[in-house]
Structures are given as structure tokens and as C-alpha cells.
């Protein structure tokens, strides 16, 4: 019987194919397509404003409130958190990556995989806390600055309008601080990855030919990287846009598009606008995937 089933199986590819992807794609249509695509249909409904009641009725009206004032800078706030983050996580990433690909031992490279990877192991809210604890007036980083004699320094910047505030750890600063800390490791791997791939040889013809270690660097290492620090840019871009925790629990009264989504869902009981700031970065990240993977940065995975 398992002979005759094998040969069965065998004679037909195409539904050996089926069999096997069969269950995750009607797991993947039912629990994450089914869920976006009621997210699409419901930001195509609209709120009442006199009866508070949803109108469900297909129209346009939900996405216009996105382009309010208080809205559009809602979104702009968070994108360009997002940029912010993920550009300080590929300067922190890059050096360190470039040591584990190029110079660390078999010894120190498991090392470092440990430590980068440790902290993944704790509670993401554990983390978090932490460094509102270490990021408060009364925290350690503000007793280092105070023995520093650098306090003028910390005032001024928390005076800015748009970064500050009372303390690090209610401001725009710390906020940025924070993702930068725990979407961190996204970066180091694929960046460490994309590097252990370039040959030496180019390394070594280029500083034949006579090219110096910075041109070396813009030439041939940074090109031939690059998709790495895309691959990497994909999950620390995309966790900021859609964490709610960091800026409800380090920021102060300005919202992210979490927060927008948790108040609108929860509080004020206005899911199509909260669905229409849902898709926001969907459409963002889909645009951001199809640039990714022209770069070639899926091949950095």
C-alpha cells in the first residue's frame, strides 16, 4: 500500500505541491488574510457623527479624516520615528557586523551571537520598563550626566519643542532610544549575514590595485552589503510603525499610529477611522517590500 502510494505521489508533482502547502496557505488565508481584508472593508465604513453609529455604506469619507491636521501628523510622526530608528540601528549594526564577518573568532563570534540574541530571551515589556527606569530623572543615565557636569547640555536639549520633554524618558528622544535598543539585533544579522558573503578576494585585489581602505569600503563592501541593511531596515521599520507599547509607556501626550489605533478601537468606538489608520502602514510596508526586494534584499534574509 505505501509502496503504491508513494508511486502514486510521485507520478503527480503537482499535487504533492498541493498537499504540502495546502494547510499553511488556507491557515495564512483564514487567520492573517481574512483579518486584513475585514480591516479594508471596515476602513470603507464611516462614523456618525450624530448618532455615533457606523454607516456602512463604501465610501472615501474615513480616509479623508486621515488627511486632518491632527491625523496627518499622527502618521508623520511615526514614519519618521521609524526612519530615524532605523537609520541609528544600521550605524550601530554595521561596525559590529562587519567585526563578526571579517575579524572575530569561532569563540568570540558565538559570543556575540549570544549577546545579541539574549535579550530576546526576557520580556519585551521587561525591557522596556527597564529603560524607563534608566532613562527617568532619577535614573542612572541622569546621575551619569550629572557627574559629567554636562546638565546644561541635557536641559537644553529637552527644552527642543519637537524632541523634549520634563525627562528622557517622557520625550521624543527617549522614545527613539528605546526602539533603537530593542529592534537592534533585526539589524545586526542580516548586516553581519550580507557581510560574511562578500569574497575576500575583492578585498584583496581592491588594496592590490592600490584602492585605500575608504574607497574599498564605498566601492565594494557597502554596495555589495547593502541588501542586508535593507533586509535588516524591513523589521526595524516596520516594528516601529506598528508598536504601541514604547510610546504609551516611555512618550508623553503626542500619539503614534498604535496608540491612534488603540484609541479610536477601544475608547471612542470609531473602528473605520481606526481601520483606515491600520492600512496606512500596510500600504507603506508594501511599497517599502517591493523596493526591498528590487534591491535584492530577501537574498540577505
Given at each position: 500500500m505505501i509502496k503504491r502510494i508513494s508511486t502514486f505521489l510521485y507520478l503527480r508533482p503537482k499535487l504533492v505541491l498541493l498537499l504540502l502547502l495546502g494547510l499553511p496557505m488556507l491557515w495564512m488565508l483564514v487567520l492573517y488574510l481574512s483579518p486584513l481584508g475585514t480591516l479594508l472593508?471596515?476602513?470603507?465604513?464611516?462614523l456618525d457623527g450624530f448618532t455615533g453609529k457606523i454607516?456602512?455604506?463604501?465610501s472615501l469619507e474615513t480616509y479623508a479624516q486621515l488627511l486632518e491636521p491632527a491625523n496627518r501628523e499622527i502618521l508623520m510622526r511615526t514614519v519618521s520615528m521609524a526612519i530615524v530608528v532605523t537609520l541609528a540601528d544600521a550605524m550601530l549594526a554595521f561596525p559590529l557586523g562587519f567585526y563578526m564577518a571579517r575579524f572575530a573568532t569561532t569563540r568570540m563570534k558565538?559570543?556575540?551571537y549570544l549577546a545579541?540574541?539574549?535579550?530576546?530571551?526576557?520580556?519585551?515589556?521587561v525591557r522596556v520598563y527597564s529603560w524607563k527606569l534608566i532613562l527617568a530623572r532619577e535614573g542612572i543615565l541622569t546621575w551619569f550626566v550629572t557627574l559629567m557636569h554636562l546638565n546644561p547640555v541635557l536641559d537644553w536639549v529637552l527644552k527642543q519643542p519637537t524632541i523634549g520633554g520634563p525627562s528622557l524618558s517622557l520625550s521624543q528622544i527617549g522614545i527613539g532610544i528605546v526602539f533603537?535598543?530593542?529592534?537592534?539585533?533585526?539589524?545586526?544579522?542580516?548586516?553581519?549575514?550580507?557581510?560574511?558573503?562578500?569574497?575576500?578576494?575583492?578585498?584583496?585585489?581592491s588594496g592590490d590595485l592600490g584602492a585605500r581602505p575608504g574607497k574599498t569600503f564605498?566601492?565594494?563592501i557597502l554596495p555589495l552589503s547593502f541588501p542586508g541593511v535593507i533586509a535588516g531596515s524591513i523589521f526595524t521599520f516596520s516594528l516601529t510603525m506598528g508598536d504601541f507599547i514604547v510610546p504609551l509607556s516611555l512618550g508623553n501626550s503626542s500619539y503614534y499610529i498604535g496608540q491612534a489605533v488603540l484609541a479610536h478601537q477601544g475608547t471612542s468606538g470609531n473602528i473605520p477611522l481606526a481601520a483606515a489608520f491600520t492600512m496606512g502602514p500596510i500600504v507603506i510596508m508594501i511599497i517599502y517590500l517591493f523596493m526591498a526586494k528590487r534591491l535584492g534584499a530577501f537574498d540577505a534574509l
Open positions: 472593508i471596515n476602513s470603507l465604513y464611516h454607516v456602512r455604506q463604501v558565538t559570543f556575540l545579541i540574541t539574549l535579550p530576546l530571551w526576557s520580556s519585551y515589556l533603537t535598543y530593542v529592534w537592534l539585533p533585526y539589524m545586526i544579522l542580516p548586516i553581519q549575514t550580507a557581510l560574511e558573503r562578500v569574497p575576500k578576494s575583492l578585498l584583496e585585489a564605498w566601492k565594494i
